[in-house]
């Protein structure tokens, strides 16, 4: 392992890799992550699964038998992924397993355009899980308002969730009385408690690219000097929310009762500004039972040169506090922001799976 991922592992986060493709399964690049790198889990999502599909030529004997069979675009695309995160997930297995179920996890989205329809996602959650059939896998979906009713379904149904573009704390509440409520339907339902796991992804680098964007309108002294803070700011204090949620009475019995608490986990973590150093949103934000999401170029720049100091959040409340009471009082709309960001967020992935089964759609025609 190297030193500073292991120290980043000692501290108690959880190192999964924001990336999947078939090349990196049957190249033995991902079993390489986990032996050198301390990467314990993968996440994914439409993006992500736009551009394995685009460069990748391991696909063409699937995508030639699919098409040999007729398979509709979006049935190819069901098999595809959901093949690529069953191998992963065998793959994982063993972390999956000393871990009893906190990591060695592989997750899979629902499709984007379901985003807004609450019975479409349970629906297609199932779906994905029954396919891909391994019980390390995550499904995830979307923190939006229709998002809450299906993550208590899916979970009340016993099947695991990663709960993803969570922007704002008071959604994060939401999500959070929404796994509750899916753990105590769960439980009249008669599921192991003790087998159902959720993380919930919290968005760092895309609140401080909009927030900044608005800090550089306004120009003054006082608003550069807040720039590249609020991401940080809003993750640390999800930090704070997840720990006061979770030690009410109404959680503490479910975890009596073999429930699992549902951790956060920061997603959006490569930098996008030039002038934050590139391990900002992961050395910042580094806690105990947390996850932190990272794509290859930030894994290995954490491992590269990444200044791990131990707990970073544990008494960063009150100054996280002082960064967002600051923004706002320049004139900026935390709430506008988010909402801003959600909306964009479900976008951008449609935009992405849209690009995923046009590619598809090119590869069934070339291999008829």
Known sequence: MTENTQKLSDVGVSIWLDDLSRERISSGGLQKLIDEKNVVGVT????IFAAALANGESYSEQVAALAAKNTDVTDAVFEITTDDVAAASDIFKPIYDASKGFDG???IEVEPGLAHDAQGTIAQAKALSAKVDRENVLIKIPATVEGLEAITETIAAGISVNVTLIFSL??????????LTGLEKAKEAGHDLSKIHSVASFFVSRVDTEIDKRLTA????EALALKSKAGIANAQLAYEVWTQAFATERALLLLEGGANTQRPLWASTGVKDPSVPDTAY???LAAPSVVN??????LEALSDHGEVRGDTIAHSYEGANKVLDAIGALGISYAEVTELLEKEGVEKFIVSWNELL???TAALKAAE
Do not use: H, L
């Open 170 to 179: 008071e959604r994060y509440r939401d999500v959070i009385n929404a796994y």
């Open 293 to 298: 999401t990272m794509p290859e170029k930030t």
């Open 44 to 47: 994914t999502n439409p993006t």
């Open 282 to 284: 992961v050395v910042e």
């Open 105 to 107: 996890r592989v997750s």
């Open 218 to 221: 306004i120009g003054t002294d």
């Open 358 to 360: 046009d590619t598809v």
